[in-house]
Nanobody
Framework: QVQLVESGGGLVQAGGSLRLSCAASGRTFSSYTMGWFRQAPGKEREFVAAISWSGGSTNYLDSVKGRFTISRDNAKNTVYLQMNSPKPEDTGVYYC?????????????????WGQGTQVTVSS
C-alpha cells in the first residue's frame, strides 16, 4: 500500500514557475513508477508526465515537453513536477499516481495508487 500526498499547488502567472511535490509513505517507494496527471474543469483527467523507479526513463505529454520536468528523490520518497513557463491551459487539479510496473506509461488505468490532488491555476 502506498499513500500519496501532493503539495505545492497554487496561483501562478503565465511564464512563471511552480514546483509540485508528492510525498509517498509506505514501503518500497523506489520500486514504483510515478506519474503526474491533471484534470481541468469539465474535462477528463489526462497524463502529464511519468518517471521510472530509477529515474532513468521519463515520459511527457507533448504539450508540456521542454517546459515541465519530472524528477524523484528515492531517499526522500518524493516525486516532483517542475513547471516552467506554465500557460493558462495548464490549469487544473494535479494528481500524483504510482504503479508497480517498470515503464512510465501514460495510461491512468495502469496506476494503482492516487493522491487527492492539488489545484494549479495559471493566470494570463
Amino acid at each position: 500500500q502506498v499513500q500519496l500526498v501532493e503539495s505545492g499547488g497554487g496561483l501562478v502567472q503565465a511564464g512563471g514557475s511552480l514546483r509540485l511535490s508528492c510525498a509517498a509513505s509506505g514501503r518500497t517507494f523506489s520500486s514504483y513508477t510515478m506519474g503526474w496527471f491533471r484534470q481541468a474543469p469539465g474535462k477528463e483527467r489526462e497524463f502529464v508526465a511519468a518517471i521510472s523507479w530509477s529515474g532513468g526513463s521519463t515520459n511527457y505529454l507533448d504539450s508540456v515537453k521542454g517546459r515541465f520536468t519530472i524528477s524523484r528523490d528515492n531517499a526522500k520518497n518524493t516525486v516532483y513536477l517542475q513547471m516552467n513557463s506554465p500557460k493558462p491551459e495548464d490549469t487544473g487539479v494535479y494528481y500524483c499516481a504510482a504503479r508497480s510496473g517498470a515503464v512510465p506509461i501514460a495510461s491512468q488505468y495502469a496506476y494503482d495508487y492516487w493522491g487527492q490532488g492539488t489545484q494549479v491555476t495559471v493566470s494570463s
